[in-house]
């Protein structure tokens, strides 16, 4: 009850106020049926600006660090994501990768569309990078459609690290769904998964106009804080 709260009489009128966010390729979105939502991360809006434009209700696999966060910000932070049915992945190895896959996989088998950021972490300076392949991994699984989705603007609005983000309109844009049903049954193989993978993060950079790099986003992010750290040292 608290999401269709939060969707229809609190966030959505506010942010549809505040950022005017203009939407393509809404039609796009099935009316029913499960399917996943897989879009570049560029700001902390991005978790409120999609979602609040859908009719359906959209659920996200969240960073675990968004619900064990320290003091009274963490855990009204936490209840917040717990509130409105977002689900927490530790991103610490590969068993915990085969655990956000499973509960991927569980909001799918009840029809309902799981929204995913397949970079795995927001981009830290706007470019957009390489895919991790667990999207693909639900989409043969689950036998379902991906939607491509581009985030236009967010990151301009509230790069990492800006807490209050800059009041400027953004847009929102849906691509066709991308079918993978020819490779049924092949989610074991790392070449099917790398090459849908790509085919999708391909379909989110057209999207986008966002400039690719072929590495990912937190190895990075850790090289340039390892810089970083020897330049002060």
């Known amino acids: 009850m608290l999401y269709y709260i939060l969707k229809y009489a609190v ?13 393509e390729g809404l039609e796009h979105i099935p009316e ?3 399917a996943i939502v897989a879009g570049n991360h560029l700001s ?17 696999l969240a960073k675990q660090e968004y619900f064990t966060g320290p003091g009274i910000k963490g855990r009204l932070t936490a209840a ?7 689900i927490p992945v530790d991103r610490s190895g590969k068993e915990a990768g085969q655990a ?7 909001v799918l088998a009840k029809d309902e569309l ?12 706007g470019k957009l990078y390489k895919g991790k392949v667990g999207v693909a991994v639900m989409a043969i699984r689950g036998g379902v459609p991906v939607i491509p989705c ?3 603007g967010t990151f301009e609005i509230q790069p990492p690290g800006q807490v209050v983000p800059k009041i400027k309109r953004v847009s929102i844009r849906f691509g066709e769904p991308l079918d993978f049903s020819r490779y049924e049954g092949m989610e074991g193989e790392k070449a099917i998964l790398r090459a849908v993978t790509d085919e999708i993060m391909y379909k989110v950079m057209e999207l986008s106009g966002q ?9 990075v992010k850790a090289e340039e804080s390892r810089r970083f750290r020897g330049l002060i040292s």
Do not use: C, N, W
Request: proline share 6%; glycine share 10%.
């Open 100 to 106: 956000a896959i499973r509960e991927g996989l569980g």
């Open 211 to 219: 400039e690719y790099v072929d590495r990912y986003a937190a190895d």
């Open 150 to 152: 581009a985030m236009v």
């Open 11 to 23: 966030l959505g009128p506010l942010l549809r106020l505040l950022f005017r966010p203009r939407l």
């Open 32 to 34: 029913e049926g499960a």
């Open 80 to 86: 917040f994501f717990r509130a409105i049915g977002q």
């Open 44 to 60: 902390f809006s991005d978790h409120f600006l999609m979602p609040v434009m859908l009719k359906r209700r959209i659920t996200f």
């Open 114 to 125: 799981l929204g995913i950021y397949p970079e795995g972490t927001r981009s830290h300076d």
